[in-house]
């Protein structure tokens, strides 16, 4: 219990302390007019308050992610809550804050355009191919779930329901974001965090033992936390697919300082919940062998529906069968959108096509393999969304790095976690199944290596923007 609200505690103290030094760093000026007003069209750049901001952000990032990956990581015992908390406050929050503000800075640019803009062009025609892949996976993931539910509790047949879905994304695709998105969004952000709150609150006082940290590996598979935990616990420590979808909020923020509220707030509230979800896990199965025996026998859908239903009764199933169904797919219709922003931006350059009819044809393409692929399991998308997913999050924290160099600022705050999270992806694209699939050590030290040259990269650009910040000052004094 103790280990739990102290987990808890950080979070908050993350908020009301780091944020504030991270925005610092970064530099916000509300006298500087924000897209949503300047590239003004009524579709994607429309003004909005901050906490509908906050609340369809949350919506965007979360899904079932800090659900069904916080209750998948909570296999390794307390040392999960370590990882939810250092992740988001020194990770996460850091990463989606300046992606969104970064996207916000260069008009509402999206998350390779940015890239390129600080990495080169090279890296930007990875990060396009990239991005564009794991939105759609993410997209159909996220589809293929709450469509099999519907086929079983409903006459509905799953083709049937997934066309209703995609029917829905697509109108939420090409709709203006406050026409669907930022009318609906806040309530349904309301009701994740009513439904994580409920289930807290009754584990609270259920008598169910929290248990206590330890830094010992208690997952019953024998797996090592290192590289698996950074993986499986993603939406809740640091993701990259929110770097996707913080450019659709940047270009609705109506002043620079909402982004804190905005992208770190949420980041937070995500990690909050991914704890909660984590810690009941553990508690309620009574250890990490009884949540095994649980995830094999139901999987992570009836693990939730379990603890719902006996923590909160009726209501409570009612919540988890309505949570599975829609929050997946409040982040697919996101995902999807972004991934029209994203294409719309790369034909940009091919064609003069304007209006409805160019966002039409460009999202035709983007739902055609995206429904196919959610005719294909669950598990198998799932998968490769790991690794892409977290790849992306790295490449945008060492966008950001660079963003401070050329700046000349405090650049440590996203190279550290940059740093950090690419031993984590390169050693699992070699040590995972989805992966090349080698022996642990083989892929530590391969991992280990490419690490060490990435590391090399960044002493370069320490030096090389050190020393044209010493021959900047040289002129100044001139």
Same mark, same amino acid.
């Given at each position: ?52 901001? &906050?609340?369809? /952000? ?89 469509? /099999? ?28 974001? &406050? ?60 993701? %990259? ?17 909402? %982004?804190?509220?905005?992208? *770190? ?5 995500? %990690? ?29 859908? %009836? ?48 064609? &003069? ?104 990269? *960044? ?20």
């Amino acid at each position: 219990m103790v280990t739990f609200f102290a987990a808890l505690l950080f979070l908050i103290f993350g908020y009301i302390f780091y944020s504030k030094f991270v925005e610092r760093v970064f530099v916000v000026d509300d006298n500087t007019p924000t897209p949503a007003y300047t590239k003004r069209d009524n579709l994607d750049f429309v003004p909005m308050s901050w906490w509908k901001g &906050n609340l369809i /952000q949350l919506l965007n990032i979360a899904g079932l992610g800090p659900i069904y990956g916080a209750v998948a990581g909570a296999l390794y015992g307390p040392v999960a809550f370590i990882w939810i908390v250092v992740g988001c406050i020194f990770a996460g929050a850091v990463h989606d804050y300046f992606s969104g503000m970064m996207s916000m800075r260069h008009g509402g640019e999206q998350f390779p355009a940015l890239v390129g803009r600080y990495l080169g062009k090279h890296v930007k025609v990875f990060i396009n191919g990239l991005s564009l892949v794991l939105m759609l996976l993410v997209a159909a993931a996220f589809t293929a779930g709450p469509a /099999q539910l519907i086929a079983q509790i409903t006459p509905i047949s799953f083709m049937m329901a997934l066309g209703l879905i995609f029917f829905y994304f697509i109108l939420a695709t090409i709709l203006p974001i &406050n026409r669907i998105i930022g009318r609906i969004y806040p309530l349904l952000g309301g009701i994740l965090l009513f439904m994580a709150v409920a289930v807290a609150v009754a584990l609270v006082f259920s008598g169910k033992p929290m248990p206590n940290l330890t830094f010992e590996n208690l997952h019953p598979g024998g797996l090592p936390i290192w590289p698996l935990l950074m993986v499986t616990i993603s939406c809740g420590a640091i993701s %990259g697919f929110h770097c996707t979808q913080s450019p659709i909020i940047a270009c609705t923020m109506k002043k620079e300082t909402d %982004g804190r509220k905005i992208f *770190y707030g949420a980041m937070v509230i995500e %990690g909050v919940i991914a704890l909660i979800w984590a810690a009941a896990g553990m508690a309620f199965f009574n250890g990490t062998e009884g949540l095994g025996a649980a995830l094999a026998a139901g999987g992570p859908s %009836g693990v939730v529906n379990e603890i719902s239903t006996s923590l909160l009764g009726t209501m409570g199933g009612l919540l988890a069968i309505f949570g599975v169904i829609i929050l997946p797919i409040t982040t697919g219709d996101t995902a999807l959108r972004s991934s029209r922003m994203i294409l719309t931006d790369i034909l940009s350059k091919f064609t &003069n096509m304007e209006g409805k009819v160019k966002i039409l044809l460009v999202t035709i393409p983007l739902a055609i393999p995206t429904f196919y692929m959610a005719t294909i399991d669950y598990t198998f998308l799932w998968r490769y969304v790991g690794w892409t997913n977290q790849v992306v999050a790295t490449v945008m924290l060492w966008t950001a790095t660079v963003y401070l160099l050329k700046n000349f600022r405090f650049h440590w705050i996203c190279g550290v976690p940059a740093s950090f999270m690419t031993g984590v992806v390169s050693m699992y694209i070699f040590y995972a199944p989805e992966g090349l699939n080698m022996d642990y050590q083989t892929s530590a030290i391969i991992g280990a290596c490419v690490t060490l040259v990435v590391l090399l990269w *960044y002493a370069a650009q320490i030096i090389k923007y050190r020393s044209l910040k010493e021959v900047n000052s040289e002129i100044g004094a001139i």
